[in-house]
């Protein structure tokens, strides 16, 4: 007998966010058990159910649109109502609004008809109160149901810290047990409506995940006028998708971050929220700001092999509760299994000085640097060979701790998995840069400056020699950066997208970043939508594997900040060109991640059936891939600016308006390959190359 199996798959499901809610329901609205449907807030499903019945009949789906990231609208046809006639005179209209508060929907019966139509509206509710690990695992499959508490005009669940209410108006006519119940008279020609009001409240238990004071959407500030009309259309969706990802520091709601994604990781991730802060500096640098001190309120303070916690050592994500993926993986609520958070603080934290961020506010991180360094000298080479690896001791963490962390991440031509403890290339390349930042940063703000900042340049130095003279390997693909060293100090060969970060980074001569540049260029990783994770020669390439030959919007946007950085416009425009294409084929909201099959074979990306969408740095990724094409460098600290767009320019004309640098703004234009600046922060010293 077959059973059915409804897996965790977003991929055609409509979703609305405002962080830190988000509700996934099918294209007809309807939200029902099973799979991943619900309306989520804060780690929980809140609603599990939320079903819509006319005369105790399912209404026929017509249509459904997302206008904003906060908004859905469905409408479907009651074609058993109204005049009888071949044309449909009575639909049903839903529409849903997310707020930082909760959830409204507004279930409008509209009647096109002469004469009046009577019927019954039903409104169905239930709650699971599932964690989200739970309902991504399969553990919580929606039938489970929590008792509800009934009033006059809703129903409210409670357990395990965490309560769920509904609010209907008007009051319905009855009840039939979870079912709300209203007799309707829609007069001719006209329309009546009910309204859904959720809400929910949790307990102060573990990592708190709160909505900013303040939604900051950034979409209508920054202008941007492209040859090419896709280039905008993207990033006006993406900035509106980032504003509905931010969240707020419990403890200084002022300070925002965005959340990875919904609805999984819906809460402070290192890794991910840095990268992405990182990544709009020039849109939004209050992002990279709050950031970085929510995590510096979480570094690390003690050796817990639980919690792969280190003294220094930036978190890897923060949660309510312990968290069970299934499978073995089971994650406390503060967990710091990841290898390059605390490199990637350290960067972060010196760009967004570069981009004017008040030196006090740095100072006041400052020790937060010291305690990061001393992170960086005393456990990211646990077993002193000079390059960082990670091994999990915990048992029940993750076995790769890098941005590629599902377990089979790392794996030779063959497709045999590398054995830990594991130094990945990326990894090398984050430490290089993080050294040569808190060299810079002691040097403007440390005490007994001098003789640290020449100790980590010297230490920079070092690891740039043993990394060439290791980690490069030459075969019939050519010589490129292997991904890391297995726990035997052995290059694993087989090229990946990792080489791509090592670009930005420094820890690349001239020489070996054209070679980086020529593996990029291979049609065995361009895949003409964006970047493979790995290798179309690789034995283990999946099209749809999750890090063995998908394509990561970040992971492409990254490459072509380094491709940039170095020289290799021709490379990054057909990246550019690539990752435009995939928007325009997913309604310019990119999700997480999307199938490697490539142009080649499909005239559009296939999706990732369980990728989050939308996601904090598929969503940033538009913006710096703006600012890296058009090589915007500041250094507000020294009164600077730099601006030299790549060569040669994707576009015949690029303008774009209100970029922030510093406390000014900056807008330019390229046109036929010419720069001008149409406005600067006048306090900095402009040079413009063209």
């Known amino acids: 007998m077959l059973t059915e199996h409804r897996p965790p798959y977003l991929h055609d499901l409509v979703v609305s966010v405002a962080a830190p809610w988000v509700v996934l329901s099918a294209p007809s609205g309807q939200i029902t058990t099973g799979g991943v449907h619900g309306v989520f807030a804060r780690d929980r499903r809140v609603l599990s159910l939320f079903e819509v019945l006319v005369d105790g009949r399912r209404p026929e789906p017509l249509s459904s649109g997302e206008p904003a990231t906060g908004r859905a609208d469905f409408t479907a046809v009651l074609d058993w109502l109204g005049a009888d006639r071949h044309d449909p005179t009575v639909t049903l209209r839903r529409r849903r609004t997310v707020t930082s508060e909760g959830l409204v929907e507004e279930v409008t019966l509209v009647n096109r008809s002469a004469e009046p139509v009577r019927c019954e509206l039903t409104v169905l509710l239930r709650a699971d109160l599932a964690g989200t690990a739970e309902v991504r695992s399969g553990a919580a499959d929606g039938s489970g149901v929590v008792p509800a508490e009934r009033s006059a005009d809703g129903l409210a669940w409670s357990g395990d810290g965490v309560s769920a209410t509904t609010r209907l108006e008007p009051e319905p006519l009855r009840w039939d047990g979870d079912a709300a119940v209203w007799a309707c008279e829609v007069p001719a020609r006209g329309e009546t409506s009910v309204w859904v009001r959720v809400t929910s409240e949790v307990d102060d238990s573990g990592f708190r995940i709160e909505a900013p004071v303040v939604r900051v959407d950034r979409s209508d500030e920054v202008v941007v006028e492209c040859s090419d009309p896709r280039v905008a259309r993207w990033l006006r969706r993406s900035l509106s998708d980032v504003a509905g990802l931010t969240l707020a520091d419990p403890e200084a709601l002022h300070d925002r971050y965005l959340g990875a994604g919904p609805p999984w990781y819906l809460t402070l991730f290192g890794r991910d929220s840095l990268i992405s802060a990182s990544m709009l500096l020039a849109i939004d640098p209050g992002l990279a700001s709050g950031t970085l001190r929510a995590l510096a309120r979480r570094q690390g303070s003690k050796d817990d092999v639980d919690a792969a916690e280190q003294p220094g050592k930036i978190p890897h994500e923060l949660r309510m509760t312990t968290a069970d993926h299934g499978a073995g993986l089971v994650l406390p609520p503060a967990y710091y299994g990841t290898h390059d958070a605390t490199p990637l603080w350290l960067s972060t934290l010196h760009r967004a000085w570069r981009w004017g961020m008040p030196a006090d506010d740095v100072a006041a991180l400052m020790p937060a640097v010291g305690a990061a360094l001393d992170w960086l000298r005393d456990s990211f080479d646990p077993d002193g060979d000079g390059f960082g690896e990670y091994l999990d001791e915990s048992g029940h963490g993750l076995a790769n701790q890098g941005w590629k962390d599902s377990p089979d991440a790392v794996q030779w031509p063959d497709g ?8 990945l290339c990326e990894v090398q390349g984050y ?3 993080a050294a040569t930042a808190g060299a810079d940063l002691l040097s403007a703000f440390g005490d007994a400056a001098s003789h640290e900042a020449v ?5 920079a130095a070092a690891l740039r020699g043993r990394f060439r003279a290791a980690f490069w390997v030459e075969d019939e693909h050519g010589r490129y950066p292997a991904i890391a ?24 001569d001239p020489t070996d970043a054209q070679l980086v540049a020529e593996q990029l260029a291979s049609p065995a990783l361009d895949s ?48 550019v060109e690539g990752l435009v294409t995939a928007a325009e084929g997913f309604g310019y909201r990119l999700p997480e991640l999307y199938g490697g099959l490539g142009r080649a074979a499909e005239q559009v990306p296939t999706p990732y059936p369980l990728a989050c969408r939308p996601q904090a740095w598929a969503a940033a990724s538009p913006a710096v891939i703006l600012t890296a094409l058009l090589g915007i460098a500041p250094d507000v600290p020294h009164g600077d600016l730099w601006i030299a767009p790549v060569r040669p320019f994707p576009w ?22 010419r720069l001008t600046v149409l406005e600067a922060p006048g306090s900095l010293n402009v040079s413009a190359v063209n």
């Open 431 to 433: 430490a290089y840069a």
């Open 652 to 673: 015949r004309r690029l303008e774009v308006r209100g970029l922030r640098v510093g406390d000014g703004t900056l807008s330019v234009r390229v046109e036929d390959e």
């Open 416 to 423: 045999t998995l590398a054995a830990g403890p594991i130094a």
């Open 528 to 575: 003409g939508f964006g970047l493979r994770t790995l290798s179309t020669n690789a034995q283990g390439f999946n099209p749809l594997g999750y890090h063995t030959g998908t394509v990561w919007p970040h992971d492409t946007a990254l490459a072509v900040e380094g491709l940039a950085a170095t020289n290799h416009g021709d490379v990054a425009a057909s990246y």
């Open 455 to 459: 100790t980590w340049l010297q230490w």
């Open 485 to 508: 060293l297995d726990g035997d100090k052995r290059p694993v060969a087989g090229p990946a997208s990792n080489m791509g970060h090592l670009l930005g980074t420094g820890i690349l």
